[in-house]
């Protein structure tokens, strides 16, 4: 019940979102110089941030560029750590250890340090939308080994399973029972895998974001905004200022009841 | 509750209050004491070593000096020194010294250990950062023909004889002692390394005021260690510090919003900010962009397009000044009145650009080869208002058709573009200029010079104008003459403002907040700022 409550939660924000993005007069990039950090106003219902953009119509577009990159990103990261994971549980034993050593490497990087690396290297003149995508697809690179050793612990157990041996025993090729059997099984594996991985990816970003490193401007995301906090002076001038902070705060509750509540 | 559990939580507890209560305090104040912050430990109390700002202040607070420029009037005035003369070809300067001069000890100051502290100055092993001003600091010939006049011979007559004057304190000959026994008004009596340098008022100290009182009035100075801003209001405006120089816009509100009565904005600072291309001929960029940026159209245009205005009053909170030149309106001495710059027209913007061959198709600028105009502009991360002014930029040059992007690099990654790669299409960064003289800014003007950014380490001058900057350059660091000097610092300002290489922004404001309980302040924007005239600042009677 509750989660369904969490859904239409969920969903009510992104379609709110999208119409607001869809329907404003304001471009999330337009800065009206004469409003700067206008309070709450017919024209710019939650006011204008210090650039006088309007602050609604960029916290709907973090939202869904947020929700749709992190969401995009876990699908890649679970798509990785499965083929891996399998690969690793099917695999001759040395072979798999050498496959688990180097997941467990990866896993012990100081992963901060190399997402900003990564996201260094990217041409100078990568438009926004291009940092937004690369921004993920960093975060999707970096965050399967997690998720790779939780998907060959599970597939390890599947080898001795009745199953397992049943298909084997039909002729049926690795091709079929992966696909038949191995990944229904992993489902209930994958599923809290993949929610894990949205409000995780969605964090990340933010944290990026809040260290130059995450969306470019214009485009509107939650760390860019998030940097507004550390402004003392300009949370004295409007409480609309933790607009993106609540935001944030109550989609990953909602994510996070995804996870707590899943059937498996 | 288990009687454990509680007895930790009241510990916890005591602890957390103890922790607050601690991270906002202030060592006491002794009476007649001024207090203020600085951000770092002084790397040294040797007044000749001195090589940052924090050391700068702890020696122009202890150390006398023989001339001291004025910071409103940015004229010399005599201190240790009665009069100086210098001859007209500038290689001799002699300087007569007050009598009956002593150190904090009581040991009489004579012209042997004015004579001892500008030869340790030069000495080569000293590595005086003040040693280059002389131009050839081993051929200085320091001579002391009686116990008050000291003359010293130059090979190259040197410009600025005040301001360097001012950087040399005078020790006891052969008595280094870090600022322990000093001729200036203060003398260090305590340093607790990363909590505070304490001064003590010189007993010695030579100056006294129009009524004969012994100077400085305060009885001493402590200058907290702390590098934190917001904890430094906190404690100005709880009364526990006196000043604090240098403010942000962002801060400045704060403070105002408490305390209006103590914020002083006093117009533009030397400091500058400023937009630039790379113009470096082997930068690893495609040749049609070198192109654009090594055209003084594309640059002119650019500098016009900008809303300088919009970017003082929004990305400073209306405490920046519009900049058109490398040297400010706060520059008095240097600042050229009769500056012709390209005015703010995004017509005439367009225009120029369509006369170099560029033209708009929808929204996008094109150059003549059909290259969309799309370039990169660096900044560093962390810096608020240059990540507005970039954003606003941006904006302002979207009007013309120019896809800008904007990168927001830690400073390490952005120095490793600029000075070592020079990989980079456009730089938007600010200079600090603490000294007014342009003489300071030769490694930045000289086209040989690698800090010379649009285009470093030029082996010949690339450009008729970049020949021209290096003449006048060098013609204002070689002459005596401060009407020759100003002249071609004019020249140098009104190539600059043509050439467009650096387009200047805004220059920011000076932003002080001085406690009400100070008298004698005579705020200035020349370092040290609000101290400038330490000698004659006190707190009120009765100020706690």
């Known amino acids: 019940m509750k989660k369904r409550i969490a859904a239409a939660i969920l969903l009510a924000l992104i379609l709110g979102a999208t119409l607001v993005v869809w329907l404003s007069p304001y471009n999330y990039a337009f800065q009206d110089r004469d409003a700067i950090m206008a309070p709450s106003t017919p024209q710019h219902w939650t006011g204008t941030d210090e650039l006088g953009r309007d602050r609604t119509v960029r916290v709907a577009a973090a939202l869904l560029i947020g929700l749709t990159g992190a969401t995009a990103a876990a699908v ?172 944030l705060v109550v989609v990953l509750l909602i994510l996070e009841s995804f996870t707590t509540e899943i059937d498996y | 509750m288990p009687r454990q559990l509680r007895s930790s939580l009241v510990f916890a507890c005591l602890m957390a209050l103890f922790a607050i209560a601690a991270s906002g305090q202030a060592a006491p104040r002794r009476p007649g004491e001024l207090a203020w912050a600085i951000h770092y430990d002084p790397k040294t109390f040797d007044p000749a070593k001195v090589d940052e700002q924090a050391s700068e202040l702890v020696r122009y607070l202890t150390g006398g000096v023989l001339l001291r420029i004025n910071r409103q009037t940015q004229e010399p005035e005599p201190q240790l020194a009665e009069s100086y003369q210098v001859t007209p070809q500038g290689t001799l300067i002699v300087f007569k010294l007050r009598s009956g001069l002593r150190f904090s000890d009581g040991t009489p100051l004579t012209s042997a250990d004015v004579a001892w502290s500008l030869r340790r100055v030069l000495a080569p092993a000293t590595q005086a950062v003040v040693a280059e001003e002389f131009l050839s600091p081993s051929e200085v010939v320091v001579e002391t023909p009686d116990a008050l006049t000291v003359r010293i011979r130059l090979a190259k007559p040197v410009t600025g004889v005040g ?66 801003r917001e904890q430094e209001i906190s404690l100005f405006l709880r009364g526990e510090y006196d000043l604090i120089d240098s403010l942000s816009p962002d801060y400045f509100a704060i403070v105002a919003q408490k305390a209006p009565q103590s914020v002083h904005d006093l117009g533009a600072s030397l400091n500058t900010e400023q937009l630039w291309f790379n113009q470096f001929p082997a930068a690893p960029l495609p040749e049609f962009e070198k192109a ?38 706060a520059n008095k001495l240097w600042y050229n009145n009769d500056l012709k710059y390209p005015h703010e027209s995004v017509a005439d913007a367009n225009r120029m650009l369509a006369a170099s061959g560029f033209h708009r198709n929808g929204n996008q600028l094109y150059d003549a080869t059909g290259h969309p105009v799309q370039f990169s502009i660096l900044t560093n991360s962390g810096n608020a208002a240059r990540q507005k002014m970039a ?62 950014q649009w285009n470093p380490s030029e082996k010949t001058p690339a450009t008729s104008w970049e020949a021209e900057i290096d003449k006048q350059m060098q013609l204002q660091a070689s002459t005596a003459s401060q009407q020759v000097r100003k002249l071609a610092v004019d020249r140098v300002q009104q190539i600059v403002a043509d050439q467009q290489p650096f387009i200047y922004l805004v220059y920011p404001n000076a932003l002080q907040a001085i406690s009400p309980q100070l008298q004698g302040v005579k705020a200035a924007i020349l370092s040290p700022g609000p101290v400038w005239n330490i000698d004659f600042i006190s707190r009120k009677e009765g100020a706690r």
């Open chain 2, 391 to 452: 954003a606003m930029i941006q904006q302002d040059l979207e009007a013309m058709g120019m896809q800008v992007t904007i990168v927001d690099l830690d400073f390490p990654a952005l120095i490793e573009r600029l000075l070592h790669k020079q990989d980079y299409e456009a730089c938007l960064l600010g200079l600090s200029n603490v000294e007014p003289d342009p003489n300071e800014m030769m490694n930045l003007w000289l086209s040989s010079s690698p800090n010379h």
């Open chain 2, 292 to 329: 654009w940026f090594q055209n003084r159209n594309f640059r002119t245009a650019v500098s016009m397009a900008i809303h300088r205005s919009d970017l003082a009053r929004i990305a400073y909170n209306g405490h920046a000044t519009p900049a058109f030149g490398f040297i400010s309106p």
């Open chain 1, 76 to 247: 890649i990261t679970i798509t990785i750590a499965a083929s891996f994971g399998l690969l690793a549980a099917y695999s001759p034993s040395p072979v798999a250890a050498i496959l688990m050593f180097l997941s467990d490497v990866f896993l012990s990087l100081p992963w901060l340090f190399l997402l900003m690396m990564a996201r260094s290297l990217l041409p100078l003149t990568a438009s926004p939308l291009q940092t937004a995508v690369t921004t993920f697809l960093v975060l999707a690179a970096f965050g399967w080994p997690a998720c790779a050793r939780a998907i060959y612990r599970g597939a390890a157990e599947f080898r001795s399973a009745e199953w397992m041996i049943q298909g084997h025993a039909c002729g049926l090729k690795t091709r079929q029972l992966v696909r038949l059997h191995i990944v229904p099984h992993l489902r209930p594996l994958l599923l809290p895998q993949f929610l894990i991985c949205v409000p995780a990816f969605i964090v990340a970003e933010a944290n990026l974001g809040a260290l130059g490193l995450g969306v470019g401007e214009p485009m509107p995301s939650w760390g860019a905004m998030l940097l507004e906090l550390e402004n003392s002076a300009l949370l004295a001038r409007s409480q609309w200022v933790y607009l993106p902070i609540a935001l």
């Open chain 2, 163 to 228: 301001k360097i004057f001012d950087e040399i304190a005078i020790e006891p000959a052969d008595r280094p002692s870090e600022g322990r026994v000093t001729s200036g008004p203060f003398t260090v009596t305590d340093y607790k390394r990363g909590q505070y340098v304490r001064l003590s008022r010189n007993p010695n100290y030579w100056r006294r005021d129009s009524s004969g009182a012994r100077l400085p009035y305060a009885t001493g100075v402590r200058l907290d260690i702390l590098n934190n």
